[in-house]
């Protein structure tokens, strides 16, 4: 499950499990400073230095990736390298051994912690169904002209749900759109979900954008097969119409990099 819906609105799943986690370690903290134990400070310093730690990894696994130091700061992309996350041990162990009253309950915090991110990827992982086969599924040009998803989804193939009112959508089109020109090996599929031609051709001349491959899916079967309400939303096919990963949320130059060369042998020719 790469997405939660909470009323109208879509979270990736990443992010809920973190900020489970997190409200967790919140929670035993009170208790703990109910009881004369405040370690809230220090909880917040080890998150911030887990969540810089991995922005970090990743923006150095990628660095030719960005245009510049505003780019880099833009989290919006998801781009996190979880190893970096590491960062926070020696402020742990640095409030561990600067605060020796407040070692139990920063522990059994973590502890707790801990507990709540297990619970949390398990559930999810439950609720996760196997991936399937990309169903056949008719889409349509701009023309009006059916044009079945197996006719076009062969090789690698990044399929993009979007739509024109969708400001993330928006904010990742010339990052796809380039993209083309870059991954030559990968297919690149528009899918606007349930737009008029008329709507998405004009969005797309006023915003200067071109697409080997922009299609309509009136009926928005794709989202339907995906299982997720919320755009964008980007999956990525092998040459036998089989998932290989999907990524919730707007796309940048270095996500999309790390999205196609973690799994595909040779996005590039």
């Not at 080997?212 to 036998?240: E, I, R, V, W």
Request: net charge neutral; aromatic share 8%.
């Amino acid at each position: 499950m790469d997405a939660i819906l909470i009323g109208p609105l879509a979270l990736p799943a990443g992010t809920v499990v973190a900020l489970i986690t997190f409200s967790a370690a919140v929670l035993a903290s009170l208790w703990w400073q109910w009881r004369g134990k405040p370690v809230e400070k220090w909880l917040w310093l080890i998150t911030l230095s887990a969540l810089a730690g991995a922005r970090l990894a990743f923006v150095l696994r990628y660095p030719e990736q960005y245009s510049g130091l505003l780019a880099m700061l833009d989290i919006r992309d998801g781009g996190w390298w979880w190893p970096g996350a590491l960062a926070a041990l020696p402020v742990a162990i640095l409030s561990l051994w600067r605060r020796p009253a407040l070692r139990l309950a920063l522990l059994s915090s973590a502890a707790v912690a801990l507990m709540a991110l297990a619970i949390s990827l398990a559930t999810l992982r439950a609720m996760t169904p196997e991936p399937v086969p990309m169903p056949d599924i008719t889409l349509e040009n701009l023309q009006g002209t059916p044009i079945p998803l197996t006719q076009v989804a062969q090789g690698p193939t990044l399929i993009n749900l979007w739509a024109t009112w969708c400001p993330p959508c928006r904010r990742e089109m010339p990052v796809l759109a380039s993209a083309q020109s870059r991954y030559p090996n990968v297919r690149f599929v528009l899918a606007n979900q349930g737009e008029t031609a008329s709507a998405v051709r004009d969005y797309l001349i006023q915003a200067d954008l071109h697409f080997d491959l922009p299609l309509l899916d009136p009926s928005m079967a794709l989202g339907q097969h995906a299982g997720n309400g919320g755009l964008p939303l980007t999956l990525l096919l092998d040459g036998d119409g089989n998932e290989l990963a999907r990524h919730f949320g707007p796309l940048s130059r270095a996500s999309l990099h790390h999205l196609l060369t973690t799994h595909l042998d040779d996005p590039r020719p």
